[in-house]
């Protein structure tokens, strides 16, 4: 038999972490990653990732296994997504902002075997854990609280000499990424290798990410943001700069973008306007090629703040979610403002439809439902069958996005069937944070709409109707929902009615509320 053919089918498939291992061995002293001035080689990256998945194997963690990833952003966070998936192991990535309770239920409804958190982390994840009746391994980075935990450092210490070569097929599922549910409870989505360097694919035709780039990750790991803006450059042998979690500080990144010359960054239209107010105050000698922004509307004031600010960086818009790896459409900078308020045109991997409730596609102009085919696509919702099956009623998947397209092809938003939030970039989806209203010994009824907002594009607003001879304050709304969820979707506002508005059929009319407390001009408590 030929070498060629004995070599393992390991090394010829299509994912990630072949793409480590071959820039490891072409190109082992360049850098992979940064992280506050910490650089990772290739060779480096590579040695530990298979150390942390030959130390997981030995621990029983096997193929198919769920690990929880309960971190800030930081290297040891790449290479735990790697080395899980090294041995066919599934990463699942947690927002750090989530309640306890929250991240029990991720626990539970992935059967995690496992969870690598840090110091600082370290509380809210057993604590989470058990609640969900734990785990039967907990990683930490950093300082040990001596609870039976194992440190990260030591296993990425060990020897990795026995690990097996372990064909990983391209359908595996790499990732299972939790969404907000719109019935209260989060879906996983499951990405696979495919989906993910399908995600490659995208951002290279696009021309958001190229050889030689050195791309910045603000944005959370937990977000398919970071991770999927993340695998191009992983693919490529670029250095990819992890930019630490807090505050967003636009002076700070500046000078990180100046330090690293960074030539790639996304962020949301906020920290867009933000970075332009101190560049210009404070200019930097920047190598910016790429300005890329998503998440929100831009306003033409941002558009052309970013264009003045950096006159030599191309403009991308990308849209799209979690359940497409992510991106589905795209708008260059020189159709921003002649095409604004639209989210581009179908990136030529996805396959899409505006169709109204009977699956017919809509005349151009009209509104309807944007739905998908393509091979980002995720292969479904983790151990949720009815979930998947709604999804991908009539064979294509369902975004919840009702648009519009005109006549040149561009994509509008003008609603979303899923009742959905957007603040700051995050998701917030309203029947989540109202099943927890609904748990609160004082309310009777409650609904939560969106209301517009210029920092953060919407908050929350909760409006409830209470149980005979009861009051309630937004601050001490607070106290409760500090302990059930997130805080980025707790309401902005409290509203109290003496009874909701409701339909024939029963259902609240949330129409009624958004024209009566959803105008910009309505004002929030304090």
């Known amino acids: 038999m030929s070498a060629s053919l004995a070599e393992p089918q390991r090394s010829r498939r299509n994912h990630w972490n072949n793409h480590v291992r071959r820039h490891a061995q072409m190109m082992p002293d360049a850098e992979a990653l940064r992280f506050v001035g910490q650089a990772t080689t290739w060779a480096d990256l590579d040695r530990r990732t298979h150390a942390f998945a030959a130390a997981l194997r030995r621990r029983g963690v096997q193929f198919g296994d769920r690990i929880l990833m309960v971190m800030l952003n930081r290297t040891e966070y790449v290479e735990a997504v790697l080395g899980a998936n090294i041995i066919g192991a599934i990463a699942v990535p947690v927002n750090i902002r989530m309640s306890p309770a929250e991240i029990a239920f991720l626990i539970t409804d992935s059967g995690a075997k496992?969870?690598?958190?840090?110091?600082?982390?370290?509380?809210?994840?057993?604590?989470?854990?058990?609640?969900?009746?734990?785990?039967?391994?907990?990683?930490?980075?950093?300082?040990?609280?001596?609870?039976?935990?194992?440190?990260?450092?030591?296993?990425?210490?060990?020897?990795?000499?026995?690990?097996?070569?372990?064909?990983?097929?391209?359908?595996?599922?790499?990732?299972?990424?939790?969404?907000?549910?719109?019935?209260?409870?989060?879906?996983?989505?499951?990405?696979?290798?495919?989906?993910?360097?399908?995600?490659?694919?995208?951002?290279?035709?696009?021309?958001?990410?190229?050889?030689?780039?050195?791309?910045?990750?603000?944005?959370?790991?937990?977000?398919?943001?970071?991770?999927?803006?993340?695998?191009?450059?992983?693919?490529?042998?670029?250095?990819?700069?992890?930019?630490?979690?807090?505050?967003?500080?636009?002076?700070?990144?500046?000078?990180?973008?100046?330090?690293?010359?960074?030539?790639?960054?996304?962020?949301?239209?906020?920290?867009?306007?933000?970075?332009?107010?101190?560049?210009?105050?404070?200019?930097?000698?920047?190598?910016?090629?790429?300005?890329?922004?998503?998440?929100?509307?831009?306003?033409?004031?941002?558009?052309?703040?970013?264009?003045?600010?950096?006159?030599?960086?191309?403009?991308?818009?990308?849209?799209?979610?979690?359940?497409?790896?992510?991106?589905?459409?795209?708008?260059?900078?020189?159709?921003?403002?002649?095409?604004?308020?639209?989210?581009?045109?179908?990136?030529?991997?996805?396959?899409?439809?505006?169709?109204?409730?009977?699956?017919?596609?809509?005349p151009v102009g009209q509104v309807g439902e944007i739905v998908y085919r393509g091979p980002n696509l995720m292969s479904g919702y983790w151990q949720n069958e009815q979930g998947t099956a709604d999804a991908f009623a009539g064979g294509w998947f369902h975004s919840g996005d009702l648009v519009r397209q005109d006549d040149e092809g561009f994509i509008y938003v003008v609603d979303r069937k899923k009742d959905m939030i957007i603040s700051g970039g995050e998701n917030i989806y309203c029947a989540e944070v109202e099943n927890v209203l609904f748990a609160h010994p004082k309310v009777l009824e409650a609904a939560v709409i969106g209301r517009p907002d210029d920092k953060w594009g919407e908050v929350p607003v909760a409006i409830v109707a209470l149980k005979p001879e009861h009051e309630l304050t937004l601050a001490e709304l607070e106290d409760y929902l500090n302990d059930n969820l997130a805080r980025f979707k707790h309401p902005k506002d409290l509203v109290v009615m003496p009874e909701l508005p409701r339909n024939p059929s029963g259902k609240v009319v949330k129409p009624t509320l958004r024209a009566q407390y959803g105008g910009k001009d309505a004002g929030l408590a304090r």
């Not at 450092?153 to 990795?160: I, Q």
């Not at 190229?210 to 959370?220: L, S, T, V």
């Not at 960074?262 to 962020?267: A, D, E, P």
């Not at 403002?337 to 179908?346: A, F, I, P, T, Y």
């Open 114 to 362: 496992a969870i690598v958190t840090e110091t600082m982390l370290a509380p809210l994840a057993s604590g989470a854990a058990e609640a969900a009746g734990g785990v039967d391994l907990t990683i930490v980075v950093g300082d040990m609280a001596g609870d039976g935990s194992e440190g990260y450092a030591d296993l990425v210490a060990e020897d990795a000499s026995d690990l097996p070569e372990i064909d990983i097929p391209e359908d595996t599922t790499a990732m299972i990424m939790y969404t907000s549910g719109t019935t209260g409870k989060p879906k996983g989505a499951m990405l696979s290798h495919a989906n993910l360097q399908a995600q490659v694919g995208t951002c290279i035709q696009l021309g958001t990410a190229g050889p030689g780039d050195k791309g910045a990750f603000p944005a959370p790991m937990f977000h398919i943001a970071a991770l999927g803006a993340m695998a191009p450059s992983l693919y490529l042998g670029c250095c990819s700069v992890i930019h630490p979690l807090g505050a967003f500080d636009p002076d700070a990144l500046l000078d990180m973008l100046a330090e690293e010359q960074i030539t790639s960054i996304f962020m949301v239209p906020a920290q867009w306007q933000a970075v332009c107010a101190a560049q210009q105050a404070n200019p930097r000698k920047l190598a910016l090629r790429t300005m890329i922004w998503g998440a929100a509307p831009a306003s033409d004031t941002v558009l052309k703040a970013m264009a003045e600010t950096f006159p030599e960086a191309a403009n991308y818009a990308v849209f799209g979610q979690t359940e497409m790896s992510p991106i589905t459409c795209a708008l260059e900078g020189k159709d921003a403002l002649r095409k604004l308020g639209s989210v581009g045109k179908v990136v030529p991997a996805v396959t899409a439809r505006i169709v109204d409730g009977e699956m017919n596609d809509v």
